[in-house]
């Protein structure tokens, strides 16, 4: 984007509807409150999730989540902000004294 990741932090939604409006893509800005946007549709901030998913392998667990609620035939936007609500809701429902890997949290969206 030509700028710093201190700028996009700072503007998040802005910089997420940059992002889809320039690749003509639904974007999901990970981070917390994480951003979905896509162009002709007002941006979402999810409000689940926590720092666990910051777990190597999440992110891919997301992406499986997403395809998997394209199959089903959502539009992007719609399947990126059921996945992204659905994968952050796991998160937080994590049990405390259990750690989260990707293998088990898939097992659970499973």
Same mark, same amino acid.
């Given at each position: 984007?030509?700028? #710093? %990741?201190?700028?996009? @932090? #700072? @503007? &998040?939604?802005? #910089?997420?509807? @940059?992002?889809?409006?320039?690749?003509?893509? %639904?974007?999901?800005?990970?981070?917390?409150?994480?951003?979905?946007?896509?162009?002709?549709?007002?941006? &979402?901030?999810?409000?689940?999730?926590?720092?666990?998913?910051?777990?190597?392998?999440?992110? /891919?667990?997301? =992406?499986?989540?997403?395809?998997?609620? !394209?199959?089903?035939? !959502?539009?992007?936007?719609?399947? %990126?902000?059921?996945?992204?609500?659905?994968?952050?809701? =796991?998160? /937080?429902?994590?049990?405390?004294? #259990? &750690?989260? %890997?990707?293998? &088990?949290? =898939?097992? @659970?969206?499973?």
């Amino acid at each position: 984007m030509g700028c #710093s %990741t201190a700028h996009i @932090q #700072s @503007q &998040r939604v802005a #910089s997420a509807a @940059q992002l889809a409006a320039f690749f003509g893509c %639904t974007v999901a800005l990970k981070g917390s409150g994480t951003v979905i946007a896509c162009q002709g549709q007002i941006s &979402r901030i999810n409000p689940t999730g926590n720092a666990q998913l910051a777990a190597a392998g999440t992110g /891919d667990v997301l =992406a499986g989540l997403t395809a998997a609620k !394209l199959a089903q035939g !959502l539009s992007a936007f719609e399947a %990126t902000s059921q996945a992204v609500f659905e994968h952050g809701q =796991a998160a /937080d429902a994590w049990p405390a004294q #259990s &750690r989260l %890997t990707a293998s &088990r949290l =898939a097992n @659970q969206l499973n």
